[in-house]
């Protein structure tokens, strides 16, 4: 059985930082694109970073561009989110996911595996 599980999230005052980390269990994710998406009470599932199964490329939401670092050492390692500079309005539940392929996109109906999620609150 293939599970994401998320670790990392909590309370920050804004200005602070967090690392969020996803593992993988029941499998390595070579040949996947790794992303996480956020999920804010009353608003849709959102696209935050991704980064392709060959560790070169990242994408980030134009919100997060600057502040957010997504990283990867190999197929076998988690997969991070580093987090610089929180807003409040950064607070939501964060999904770790996986797509196979090369393609990375920023839908969230097209991966393949998802995490439970990890909580990030972040304080005024």
């Known amino acids: 059985q293939v599970q994401l599980v998320e670790s990392g999230g909590g309370l920050v005052q804004a200005g602070g930082s967090l690392r969020l980390s996803c593992a993988a269990s029941?499998?390595?994710?070579?040949?996947?694109?790794m992303a996480w998406f956020r999920q804010a009470p009353g608003k849709e599932r959102e696209f935050v970073a991704a980064?392709?199964?060959?560790?070169?490329?990242?994408y980030y939401a134009d919100s997060v561009k600057g502040r957010f670092t997504i990283s990867r050492n190999n197929a076998k390692s988690p997969v991070y989110l580093q987090m610089n500079s929180l807003k409040p309005e950064d607070t939501a539940v964060y999904y770790c996911?996986?797509?196979?392929?090369?393609?990375?996109?920023?839908?969230?109906?097209?991966?393949?595996?998802w995490g439970q999620g990890t909580q990030v609150t972040v304080s005024s």
């Open positions: 996911a996986a797509r196979s392929g090369l393609v990375v996109t920023t839908t969230y109906g097209e991966y393949d595996y």
């Open positions: 029941g499998r390595t994710f070579s040949g996947y694109a």
């Open positions: 980064i392709s199964w060959n560790y070169g490329n990242t």
